[in-house]
């Protein structure tokens, strides 16, 4: 790709932050006993570029300790894991997840589905119903981490739904190209096998996550190979799904009153791809070795006002 046409892309992709307005609300559904960070590092990071609100749906565990990270999240209690919940009760507590989500869904712009989730059958069996029902209403949803384990086993909850977007690392991916693709990856001829990835799933959106980035929506396959930071500490992921998510709404939301030159969700992944990135290699020049998640996210800010200042 040309430096020219780098240059464009990039406008095209942050120039949805400046021709829209503010008001996002995003929804993060993941956090359990033993992870906690994860979910708050995607909710942060999307209030950090621009959504007005970021709820986090996790377990009466991880409530308390991801409230405690910052009072700027809307915390909601209502998810529950096998060894607190009796057999027999399974379908009545499973009913009360799904009516308390319902009440919020249709003022939710997207959900990140997974950060810090876990495997826990009985909670994954709730969170499919969830996204069934973020289906129904037509939300985009970002799937990564623990969510990605769900669809693996289970398609049909993303297959044909355009508005899904998948965020695979390395072994996420291998493992979906084990089972839609049923062969290994194939990095000789990678392009080729993302789009076909994409449209095995029935034209959801995939970020493969790397030392590049790949996006394909099954249509076409972009590259983000910006450098980022040679420091690749555990949390950067929940950064990009909680920015994506942003963008994707951002995006959503221009594609209604003009005709888009890519997807909206395509759009979405390579603008939070290029801001992560940025950040990244500003808090590895401030930290160097010692670089931590949290400084990348203090970075997303005067990352993004560096793409796209905010006029006066």
């Not at 949390?235 to 942003?246: F, M, P, W």
């Amino acid at each position: 790709m040309s430096a020219e046409k780098r240059l464009i892309l990039r406008k095209e992709q942050f120039i949805i932050a400046t021709e829209c307005n503010f008001g996002w609300k995003i929804a993060v559904v993941g956090g359990c006993r033993e992870y906690t960070g994860a979910p708050y590092f995607s909710a942060i990071s999307a209030l950090k570029i621009g959504a007005d609100l970021s709820h986090v749906f996790c377990t009466k565990d991880a409530a308390p300790v991801i409230k405690g990270y910052s009072p700027e999240l809307i915390v909601h209690p209502i998810l529950e894991e096998s060894y607190s919940v009796r057999d027999e009760d399974k379908k009545s507590v499973s009913a009360k997840v799904i009516e308390e989500v319902d009440k919020w869904m249709e003022r939710f712009d997207c959900l990140v589905i997974g950060p810090g989730l876990g495997r826990d059958p009985f909670l994954l069996d709730c969170v499919s119903n969830i996204m069934k029902r973020a289906r129904q209403s037509n939300v985009p949803m970002v799937i990564d981490g623990d969510g990605l384990f769900l669809v693996t086993n289970s398609l049909d909850l993303i297959s044909g739904y355009p508005l899904a977007v998948l965020t695979p690392n390395v072994n996420e991916y291998k493992r979906l190209v084990q089972k839609v693709l049923q062969c290994d990856v194939n990095d000789l001829d990678g392009a080729q096998q993302l789009l076909s990835l994409a449209r095995g799933v029935g034209g959801a959106t995939i970020l493969r996550k790397g030392g590049s980035d790949f996006i394909s929506n099954g249509e076409t396959v972009h590259a983000v190979s910006s450098f980022g930071s040679p420091r690749r500490c555990g949390g950067q992921g929940d950064i990009l799904s909680g920015s994506v998510a942003v963008f994707v709404s951002w995006a959503r939301q221009r594609a209604a009153k003009a005709e888009p030159s890519m997807s909206p969700t395509v759009m979405g992944c390579i603008a939070g791809s290029v801001l992560l990135r940025k950040a990244a290699s500003h808090a590895f020049e401030s930290n160097k070795r010692s670089t931590l998640t949290t400084d990348i996210i203090e970075h997303l800010g005067r990352s993004l006002e560096e793409f796209c200042p905010v006029s006066r």
